[in-house]
């Protein structure tokens, strides 16, 4: 396990970022919180974009530290950002040759191309791309770059879903054959518990908590600083199998959630996370829905926010979360210990 050590200080106007902690990295390491909180200039400072005091070193090498500075192109450090930063005048196989030209990997370049499905692509100019196929071509060129490091920022936020679904499948793909930690900073927390292997959390500049995501995660949750987080849950459930009809069936103690997204072979472990804003609540079981799941529960409290209410619930023991109004709390006559029926718009799967 490779570690980064961060005994930095950085001040910019009003805003301090301010990190003393030694992280291991393995898989996917998701630098998580508000906007504000730091995420992307310290992905700045470790890329070698921004210089700041104190000391910067990664697996044993200083990069930052005094008079001592590694520059970013000798850092072997891979960034994808929101916005992919392609050759314009370069061509899709012009840009993955770049890379994997500078990195000594020429021989890889036919693997990358089929590992994110750019064969139709590769005679294309950058410009002419759509955001789902250029981050794809951003992918490949960090991965041809030959990096001991990949740094995302947001590589998500300008896709629309069904290109986020894509390009979510191949991050994990890297995230699990490429064996590179990856650093992935990001505010949605579903896109965190889908990924993430172990979460830094910031807030105005400093580190609140690192760990496991779920564990760091739920944390968040249960403290309900929801600055830091949409409001939710995070739960445990293993495959059992698909139906007839091809959904995913997902066992946990609250009973079965079916899912049209696959989520691995029978057996598996995975973390599904719940949104508060996708939970419905209704006091007798519902009929003539589209919903697939609905789960019976009971309320273990209110918490009254403005016009709205945050619900706590308990599926067979697993806590769950509901965000609904007070006028539709006192419509059902919702009180702690009431039954009712959660009803679940979506669930977002994250392979344990």
Same mark, same amino acid.
């Given at each position: 396990?490779?570690?980064?050590?961060?005994?930095?200080?950085?001040?910019?106007?009003?805003?301090?970022?301010?990190?003393?902690?030694?992280?291991?990295?393995?898989?996917?390491?998701?630098?998580?919180?508000?906007?504000?909180?730091?995420? !992307?200039?310290?992905?700045?400072?470790? +890329?070698?974009?921004?210089?700041?005091?104190?000391?910067?070193?990664?697996?044993?090498?200083?990069?930052? @530290?005094?008079?001592?500075?590694?520059?970013?192109?000798? &850092?072997?450090?891979?960034? #994808?950002? *929101?916005?992919?930063?392609?050759? /314009?005048?370069?061509?899709? /196989?012009?840009?993955?040759?770049?890379?994997? &030209?500078?990195?000594? @990997?020429? =021989? $890889?370049?036919?693997? $990358?191309?089929?590992?994110?499905?750019?064969?139709?692509?590769? %005679?294309?100019?950058?410009?002419?791309?759509?955001?789902?196929?250029? *981050? &794809?071509? /951003?992918?490949? &060129?960090?991965?041809?770059?030959?990096? @001991?490091?990949?740094?995302?920022?947001?590589?998500?936020?300008?896709?629309? *879903?069904?290109?986020?679904?894509?390009?979510?499948?191949?991050?994990?793909?890297?995230?699990?054959?490429?064996?590179?930690?990856?650093?992935?900073?990001?505010?949605?927390?579903?896109?965190?518990?889908?990924?993430?292997?172990?979460?830094?959390?910031?807030?105005?500049?400093?580190?609140?908590?690192?760990?496991?995501?779920?564990?760091?995660?739920?944390?968040?949750?249960?403290?309900?600083?929801?600055?830091?987080?949409?409001?939710?849950?995070?739960? !445990?459930?293993?495959?059992?199998?698909?139906?007839?009809? %091809?959904?995913?069936?997902?066992?946990?103690?609250?009973?079965?959630?079916?899912?049209?997204?696959?989520?691995?072979?029978?057996?598996?472990?995975?973390?599904?996370?719940?949104? =508060?804003?996708?939970?419905? #609540? /209704?006091?007798?079981?519902?009929?003539?829905?589209?919903?697939?799941?609905?789960?019976?529960?009971?309320?273990?409290?209110?918490?009254?926010?403005?016009?709205?209410?945050?619900?706590?619930?308990?599926?067979?023991? #697993?806590?769950?979360?509901?965000?609904?109004?007070?006028?539709?709390?006192? $419509?059902?006559?919702?009180? $702690?210990?009431?039954?009712?029926?959660?009803?679940?718009?979506?669930?977002?799967? +994250?392979?344990?």
């Amino acid at each position: 396990m490779t570690t980064l050590n961060l005994r930095i200080s950085l001040t910019q106007g009003d805003f301090t970022l301010e990190l003393d902690r030694a992280l291991p990295l393995s898989g996917l390491t998701a630098v998580f919180g508000p906007s504000g909180s730091g995420k !992307s200039t310290l992905l700045r400072v470790i +890329a070698g974009f921004q210089r700041a005091g104190g000391r910067l070193a990664y697996a044993g090498t200083v990069w930052d @530290q005094g008079r001592q500075f590694v520059p970013p192109h000798k &850092r072997r450090v891979a960034t #994808v950002f *929101q916005q992919p930063r392609l050759f /314009a005048h370069l061509d899709v /196989a012009g840009n993955l040759e770049y890379a994997a &030209r500078r990195s000594g @990997q020429m =021989a $890889a370049v036919a693997a $990358a191309v089929d590992r994110f499905d750019l064969g139709s692509l590769l %005679g294309r100019r950058t410009t002419a791309l759509s955001g789902g196929e250029a *981050q &794809r071509v /951003a992918l490949a &060129r960090a991965l041809l770059s030959g990096p @001991q490091i990949i740094l995302m920022d947001e590589p998500l936020s300008a896709l629309d *879903q069904k290109r986020r679904a894509t390009i979510l499948t191949q991050i994990e793909n890297l995230r699990d054959d490429a064996k590179i930690p990856i650093l992935y900073v990001s505010h949605d927390t579903a896109e965190v518990a889908r990924l993430a292997t172990n979460v830094l959390s910031l807030s105005e500049g400093r580190a609140i908590g690192f760990g496991p995501a779920t564990e760091i995660l739920n944390a968040a949750i249960a403290s309900r600083d929801f600055s830091a987080t949409e409001p939710g849950c995070l739960i !445990s459930a293993r495959v059992c199998g698909m139906t007839a009809d %091809g959904l995913c069936r997902l066992e946990f103690p609250g009973g079965t959630i079916l899912s049209p997204e696959p989520a691995g072979r029978t057996g598996a472990d995975v973390r599904l996370f719940i949104r =508060a804003r996708d939970v419905i #609540v /209704a006091r007798q079981r519902p009929t003539g829905l589209s919903a697939l799941n609905i789960l019976p529960a009971i309320v273990t409290g209110i918490d009254a926010r403005g016009v709205s209410a945050d619900l706590a619930l308990s599926c067979g023991g #697993v806590p769950l979360r509901a965000r609904i109004t007070q006028r539709s709390v006192a $419509a059902l006559g919702l009180e $702690a210990r009431s039954p009712c029926f959660a009803i679940l718009k979506t669930v977002a799967l +994250a392979q344990n």
